[in-house]
């Protein structure tokens, strides 16, 4: 005769509740831990980052669904969990790689050197202009920025805050000690965001400005050549109103006593 099925008790029931909960936080943290380490040499977490920017690009960070984008990296879907925990996770390392975390980390070790100030601005111009010519940025790099540009997504602002905001208020610092003026002095923004806007042209623009000027070819050398004439030019403005600021405001002293 077949023996009965026993019947868990509460306490039974308790203690498997126990032992699942235990093997599930386990395998969460392998999980956590294997996403947060290396990538060694598995290829893998470069074609997933490769096909997700170009489905990221195509349907957006809502419509884009994880089955796709490892249909198209050739990879299994736990793949996705197993290197970026989501596709939230996903998705930031897709935003971190088109902002250039080699040119990025050029730039900081630039703005920790002991130069002058306008001597530093010439450098960190270079380190983000460096590799362009290298590094052409892919059609679906832009359509990702216009898509945050149109929507905005939380990703985006998280990077911004850890990424760009350190790089800029430092950035807002250094043209103020050119300009004798602090780093939150409106004038100060207004020269940086100058300085800003001459080299996202060149990093955001380069397919546009290749057709209007096809002499363009972003060569190493030219780029040089481009973050030169921006420093010069941009040095140009700065050191002009350099020794004209602490005079016009001890004029608006004078006439405020």
């Known amino acids: 005769m077949p023996r009965p099925v026993s019947r868990l008790t509460n306490s ?4 498997k509740l126990a032992f699942d909960m235990r093997k599930k936080t386990n395998a969460a943290g392998q999980s956590r831990r294997r996403s947060a380490g290396p990538a060694g ?3 893998t977490r470069g074609k997933l980052l490769d096909a997700a920017g170009r489905v990221f690009a195509d349907r957006g960070y809502e419509a884009a669904t994880v089955r796709e984008i490892c249909r198209r990296a050739g990879a299994n879907v736990a793949a996705v969990n197993y290197h970026f925990r989501d596709k939230q996770g996903l998705y930031t390392q897709v935003l971190l790689r088109m902002a250039g975390a080699a040119q990025l980390e050029r730039m900081r070790a630039t703005l ?16 983000r202009l460096q590799g362009l010519g290298a590094d052409q940025m892919p059609d679906w790099h832009f359509r990702i920025v216009a898509r945050e540009f149109a929507h905005p997504t939380p990703a985006m602002s998280r990077m911004i805050d850890k990424v760009s905001r350190p790089l800029y ?6 043209i103020g000690q050119i300009i004798h003026l602090p780093a939150d002095h409106e004038k100060t923004r207004l020269c940086t965001h100058s300085v800003m806007g001459q080299i996202f042209l060149y990093a955001l623009a380069c397919p546009i400005l290749s057709k209007l000027w096809p002499g363009m070819k972003t060569t190493p050398e030219q780029m040089d050549r481009i973050a030169d004439h921006i420093a010069d030019f941009s040095l140009a403005y700065l050191r002009d109103i350099a020794p004209v600021q ?3 405001q001890s004029v608006a002293g004078t006439r405020r006593n």
């Not at 920790?112 to 380190?127: F, M, N, T």
Request: net charge negative; with cysteine; aromatic share 0%.
């Open 12 to 15: 039974n029931r308790c203690l």
């Open 41 to 43: 040499s598995d290829p």
């Open 112 to 127: 920790d050197q002991s130069a002058p100030p306008e001597e530093i601005l010439r450098r960190v111009i270079k380190a």
């Open 169 to 174: 208020e430092r950035l807002l610092d250094l």
């Open 246 to 248: 602490p005079q016009i």
